[in-house]
């Protein structure tokens, strides 16, 4: 049987191999991440959930690190869902602490872009308060560019969307009937909180679950779904190899 050692230095060989395998033009440019099963690994090893998502945020900055070495312009984490709001008071609680930290600790070593994504208002205001500020600061760094989705909802994200076009069209003075009959896919789109981003060409999924759980709802209409079974805090470069090699086999026609 092969030992601890021996594993890792073949991982390793795979993992270059992988990665020499893949070209410029098979890289997705954004790729959006369902962090999953957090609190299944906890449970693995008897532990708290909080324990879980501690070790699942520790693993933000390695996965980063890959999308960047391999050229992805943009990543979406999706960090704490609107369902997620009702969860335990007392795990929430944990969870978004957490959250708040690694979003600032991505924000001070200026590495990446951070852009919040999400309903900011159904946070706790001292969440949304620290998810601006990590935007803020890092609103001058070039490169990567790293959605964080927290109190993030597809359909809440819509619902957003068509809101902020009626409160801009009702401050120009158009009537409902004018709306109605203009309104366009494109003018919706431009209300996003992703507006100005590409779509997402890939999304992962961890922990085995295959299901898309309201995450990126309009963007993903032509994305490539991945799921592996790897809970998030297990996720491996070779791991993330794989999808992006699954990704650029894959034919895509785009409704073509």
Not at 91 to 102: K, M, N, S, Y
Not at 171 to 195: F, P
């Amino acid at each position: 049987m092969a030992g601890p050692s021996l594993t890792r230095g073949l991982y390793g060989l795979y993992e270059r191999r992988l990665a020499r395998e893949l070209r410029t033009e098979d890289v997705p440019a954004h790729i959006g991440i369902m962090m999953d099963g957090n609190r299944r690994w906890a449970r693995q090893v008897a532990a708290p959930p909080s324990h879980g998502h501690r070790a699942g945020a520790a693993k933000i900055v390695d996965v980063l690190g890959w999308a960047d070495d391999i050229g992805v312009e943009v990543v979406t984490l999706w960090m704490l869902s609107t369902d997620n709001l009702r969860r335990d008071p007392g795990e929430l609680t944990e969870l978004v602490a957490i959250i708040e930290d690694a979003v600032a600790d991505l924000a001070a070593s200026r590495r990446w872009r951070i852009h919040a994504l999400g309903a900011l208002d159904l946070l706790p205001a001292s969440t949304a308060d620290r998810l601006r500020a990590a935007q803020e600061t890092t609103r001058d760094v070039g490169g990567m560019v790293v959605n964080v989705a927290v109190g993030y909802g597809g359909r809440q994200e819509i619902a957003d969307a068509v809101g902020s076009l009626l409160r801009e069209a009702a401050g120009r003075g158009a009537t409902l009937e004018e709306v109605a009959s203009e309104v366009t896919v494109e003018q919706i789109a431009a209300h996003l909180y992703t507006k100005g981003q590409p779509d997402p060409d890939l999304v992962i999924r961890t922990s085995g679950e295959q299901r898309i759980g309201g995450f990126l709802l309009w963007q993903s209409v032509h994305t490539e779904f991945y799921f592996t079974d790897a809970y998030w805090p297990d996720f491996r470069r070779v791991d993330f190899l794989r999808a992006v090699r699954a990704y650029s086999r894959r034919e895509r026609r785009l409704g073509r």
